[in-house]
């Protein structure tokens, strides 16, 4: 089955500067890539995502890129706010089967006004 | 509005006590999926669903046990036998077959045993 890693688990950046979280993923044949955003006491939402057949995605002040040949994709976020302090999760899957979600174990983002 | 509903949103448990929580779906999604998360922790998978009347254990399955009656349930009891049970849990749901293939989240349920 799949095996995603995701690091660091805990970040810390001064407003303004910018965040980079990254994720490893075993299974080749996984296909699509989410990220999701967690703040304290509710469930994860999705902020971003990414196939395969493309290498970035960006969004505003948030980029996904991913390199296929490494199994290895990034979360961006530029010019951060206090409000982007939550925590950060990637997935990875092969969408279009039958296959479960599997997530990495989450990256703990605190943005320093 | 589609969504995934969680209930009750805190829930308290007595020492050698069942207790189910509920989660609901509209979204039509086949995918249904129990996580565990423990403070500063990431997400542990409990068991999940991929079909009506199927299941499969996740990787924290011990003490819980789950039920798929219908496509848009898929309730977990904490069975007395979860020495420690105090967590944050989550219900997610997916839709199976989709090109791109989103986990729509619950708000949670805050499960204290007292």
């Known amino acids: 089955g799949e095996n995603v890693e995701q690091h660091p688990s805990t970040l810390s950046v001064q407003e303004g500067d910018s965040a980079v979280i990254k994720c490893t993923y075993s299974d080749s044949a996984s296909n699509y890539f989410p990220w999701y955003k967690q703040e304290l006491g509710k469930g994860p939402q999705l902020i971003i995502d990414?196939?395969?057949?493309?290498g970035e995605k960006k969004d505003q002040r948030i980029a996904v890129t991913l390199n296929k040949t490494a199994k290895h994709f990034s979360l961006h976020i530029t010019e951060t706010q206090p409000e982007d302090s939550a925590v950060y999760f990637c997935a990875a899957l092969y969408s279009g089967g039958y296959q479960k979600v599997t997530f990495g174990t989450g990256t703990k983002l605190q943005v320093i006004p | 509005d589609g969504g995934i509903t969680q209930s009750p949103k805190y829930l308290f448990r007595k020492e050698g006590q069942n207790v189910t929580l509920s989660c609901e779906q509209n979204l039509n999604h086949d995918a249904m999926y129990w996580y565990r998360q423990d403070p500063g922790q990431g997400l542990r998978l409990i068991y999940y669903s991929q079909i009506v009347n199927d299941f499969q254990k996740g990787d924290i399955a011990e003490g819980y046990s789950v039920s798929r009656e219908k496509k848009e349930s898929f309730p977990l009891t904490v069975t007395s036998a979860q020495k420690n049970p105090t967590a944050f849990y989550l219900c997610a749901s997916t839709d199976q077959g989709r090109l791109n293939t989103e986990a729509f989240f619950g708000q949670g349920t805050r499960l204290t045993v007292v």
């Open positions: 990414i196939r395969s057949n493309v």
